[in-house]
């Protein structure tokens, strides 16, 4: 099957979709295939299954059932059961209630991603830092990174005086185009990439009635944030709301990661605005300088 296309000329994607096609869907090994330079992995359905229940319980609102898996990931019921009990045996799930068996995530995952933290230098660099800028503004800081066209939260640091309620936490993921720090990295990409990453979803949802909708009123948002050293999240995603955001960046000048200062929408004024604006860029601009970036500004 392959001989019947050029080498020369292969779409890698179409090679994959053959490979899909020659092995079958049933086998639960790994295969490995090189032809033309190029290595195809056949996933282990087993392996991806699992994570995905994980993937599912991590942005789950509640505990959930056996059934429920199983037909959100649609999953066969019988492997879905083997799957849940042998991630209960390793301790990474348990149960919420076990008469009405339903499943959550256990503390080991907690502890195994904050493992994965602490091993992280952005996160050991970022974290006095975060600190500083919570005590100092007496509001919620966030740290956050790109992912598939979403920010996921890494890190959240808050003084207990704080009067922010917000739902953001670590772990969890958001659209790109309507939180503060999604923003800030969007600005420092290319406006091919700012267009790569709006199709990836569908960005037309009005979380509030400030969400950016279109990508031209994004591209215009960004241009101001340029200019302004730091972007904004005006109501964007949760109502009341506001916040400030800066990019972090390292050696290779690219944008690894974004910070934000989160506040209730009412407690902003112009001044404080262009005060915790300027406390941003400062905090992000020193975290880069200690991960190798060499610049003096951010944009």
Known sequence: MLGEFNRNYIDKKLVYDI???????????????VWGGITILKINKSAARAIDILTLLVNSSKALTQLEISEVLDIPRSSTFELIYTLMDKGVIEFENKELKTFKL??????????????????????????????ETNETVFMGCENQGEVVYLDRVEKAAT??????????????????????????????????????YDRTEAYTKT????????????KVTRQRG?????????DEIFCVAAPI????????????????????????????GNMIMDTALQISKKIGYQKNSLF
């Not at 907690?110 to 970022?126: C, H, I, P, T």
């Not at 969400?211 to 960004?222: G, Q, S």
Request: with cysteine; aromatic share 10%.
């Open 211 to 222: 969400t950016i909708t279109t990508y031209d009123a994004l591209v215009k948002d960004l």
């Open 163 to 200: 009067s922010i309620t917000t739902a953001a936490g670590i772990g969890m993921r958001r659209p790109i185009h309507c939180t503060g720090f999604g923003k800030a990295l969007l600005a420092t990409y290319s406006d091919a990439k700012v267009r790569e990453v709006w199709d990836r």
């Open 19 to 33: 490979i899909k096609l020659r092995y079958s869907e049933s086998s639960s090994q790994m295969r490995i295939c």
């Open 106 to 135: 256990s503390i080991k995952m907690f502890e195994m991603g904050s493992a994965v933290l602490k091993n992280m230098d952005l996160y050991q660099v970022s974290r006095p830092f975060l600190e500083k800028l919570s005590k």
């Open 249 to 276: 960046y390292d050696r290779t000048d690219t944008a690894v990661a974004a910070i934000s200062i989160a506040a209730i929408y009412l407690k902003m004024d112009e001044a404080k605005i262009t005060l915790f």
């Open 230 to 238: 730091f972007a904004i999240d005006n109501r964007e995603r949760e």
